[in-house]
């Protein structure tokens, strides 16, 4: 702003007040102006364009304490006189909204006229709420849906529909019956498991390898989710997934550091840390099903054991990773332990030898 002055300031300079000595009212304020406290301004009543009042010390009133707009060279505030309120009608093309504010916002100005709730913005506002309350309520009959959500007041519409089966499962919703669709919902938890077949071609010289490798059981969600989500969501990615575009039905596969490095070596260099002249690696989701958990068909597991393939389970992966952890854990504990163990010992130590060598002289 450029060291603007407000209209308050220069009323109060003007009066010989400064910013030692000044009415009980203002304070002098960030923004290196006089600023109306925030008891004075409680008392004041507002006007908007169309003769709208407000009461300062409504929550639509105390909503001017919020901060300054500063547009088109123009200050908006309350000690110019003129504050912003978005308008109660949501008129996007009111004559009153200045030009080029994108927002839907009309000055208001301060008013002698006593405060009449009958033509009053609050009285508005409520009548919004009441109106977006029985909006809400006829499109959910009182249940609670991530799904709809607060529309912009635009057009009379307080609330919009957008289905997103990713937000059930993210809310993790327990309606007995899909707000949206009007269908009744399967609540027994389950997971979409998938497998992770790895295929490398190597070649060094004349010696061509292939080796396969499945990782059975890896899990899209990291907890359960409702049957009806894992269905509605399954049939969405597969409707979705087109060869063209290499969009998969499983989008973010859980691929390891070591895969994505592997990827790269393989579509850009053809070789790989210079240990072969040649290199080739695929990772391939497969074998996608919806289930409440994991099981092995182990014959299958032998079935692809005799064709060379090595199949890895990844409950096993993570058993083994949380162990590891906790091996971890409790090493070190124990050197924690020893520890402190030489530091009592090496503390008994230096305190014998000071009275050994105390008694010596």
């Given at each position: 702003?450029?060291?603007e002055?407000?209209?308050?300031t220069?009323?109060l300079?003007?009066?010989?007040?400064?910013?030692?000595?000044?009415?009980?009212?203002?304070?002098?304020?960030?923004?290196?102006?006089?600023?109306?406290?925030?008891?004075?301004?409680?008392?004041?009543?507002?006007?908007?364009?169309?003769?709208?009042?407000?009461?300062?010390?409504?929550?639509?009133?105390?909503?001017?304490?919020?901060?300054?707009?500063w547009?088109?060279?123009?200050?908006?505030?309350?000690?110019?006189?003129?504050?912003?309120?978005?308008?109660?009608?949501?008129?996007?093309?009111?004559q009153?909204?200045?030009?080029?504010?994108?927002?839907?916002?009309?000055?208001?100005?301060r008013?002698?006229?006593?405060?009449?709730?009958?033509?009053?913005?609050?009285?508005?506002?409520?009548?919004?709420?009441?109106?977006?309350?029985?909006?809400?309520?006829?499109?959910?009959?009182?249940?609670?849906?991530?799904?709809?959500v607060?529309?912009?007041?635009?057009?009379?519409?307080?609330?919009?529909?957008k289905?997103?089966?990713?937000?059930?499962?993210?809310?993790?919703?327990?309606?007995?019956?899909?707000?949206?669709?009007?269908q009744?919902?399967?609540?027994?938890?389950?997971?979409?498991?998938?497998?992770?077949?790895?295929?490398?071609?190597?070649?060094?010289?004349?010696?061509?390898?292939?080796?396969?490798?499945?990782?059975?059981?890896?899990?899209?969600?990291?907890?359960?989710?409702?049957?009806?989500?894992?269905?509605?969501?399954?049939?969405?990615?597969?409707?979705?997934?087109?060869?063209?575009?290499?969009?998969?039905?499983i989008?973010?596969?859980?691929?390891?550091?070591?895969?994505?490095?592997?990827?790269y070596?393989s579509k850009?260099h053809?070789?790989?840390?210079?240990?072969?002249?040649?290199?080739?690696?695929?990772?391939?989701?497969?074998?996608?099903?919806?289930?409440?958990?994991?099981?092995?068909?182990?014959?299958?597991d032998?079935?692809?054991?005799?064709?060379?393939?090595e199949?890895?389970?990844?409950?096993?992966?993570?058993?083994?990773?949380?162990?590891?952890?906790?091996?971890?854990?409790?090493?070190?504990?124990?050197?924690?332990v020893?520890?402190?163990?030489?530091?009592?010992?090496?503390?008994?130590?230096?305190?014998?030898?000071?009275?050994?060598?105390?008694?010596?002289?």
């Amino acid at each position: 702003m450029n060291g603007e002055l407000n209209d308050l300031t220069r009323r109060l300079y003007a009066q010989g007040y400064t910013r030692e000595h000044h009415p009980d009212t203002v304070c002098w304020g960030d923004w290196q102006n006089f600023s109306y406290k925030w008891e004075t301004m409680l008392g004041f009543t507002w006007e908007t364009p169309c003769g709208l009042l407000i009461q300062g010390s409504s929550d639509v009133g105390r909503g001017f304490n919020i901060g300054n707009c500063w547009f088109q060279n123009v200050w908006y505030c309350a000690e110019n006189d003129n504050p912003l309120l978005h308008c109660p009608y949501y008129r996007k093309n009111c004559q009153h909204i200045p030009q080029g504010l994108k927002l839907i916002m009309c000055p208001c100005h301060r008013t002698d006229r006593p405060y009449d709730y009958e033509h009053s913005v609050e009285k508005i506002e409520t009548e919004n709420a009441r109106e977006a309350h029985k909006q809400y309520m006829e499109l959910t009959g009182g249940a609670y849906c991530a799904c709809v959500v607060g529309s912009n007041g635009y057009e009379g519409g307080w609330y919009e529909v957008k289905y997103d089966v990713a937000q059930c499962i993210q809310v993790q919703c327990k309606n007995p019956v899909c707000v949206i669709r009007k269908q009744p919902r399967d609540l027994k938890k389950v997971n979409i498991f998938y497998d992770v077949r790895r295929t490398w071609i190597t070649r060094r010289g004349f010696l061509e390898e292939k080796k396969v490798e499945v990782t059975k059981g890896m899990k899209v969600f990291d907890r359960p989710v409702a049957r009806t989500d894992a269905e509605i969501w399954l049939k969405i990615k597969e409707h979705e997934a087109s060869p063209l575009n290499n969009y998969t039905v499983i989008e973010h596969p859980r691929k390891t550091m070591e895969d994505r490095r592997q990827e790269y070596f393989s579509k850009m260099h053809r070789h790989y840390d210079d240990l072969y002249d040649y290199f080739e690696f695929h990772y391939e989701v497969e074998n996608i099903r919806i289930a409440r958990s994991e099981q092995r068909d182990l014959l299958q597991d032998l079935r692809d054991a005799a064709e060379g393939i090595e199949v890895v389970h990844n409950i096993d992966q993570l058993k083994a990773k949380a162990e590891k952890k906790r091996a971890a854990k409790v090493h070190r504990r124990e050197l924690k332990v020893r520890r402190a163990q030489r530091a009592a010992l090496l503390s008994q130590t230096e305190e014998q030898i000071s009275i050994f060598g105390g008694d010596s002289e």
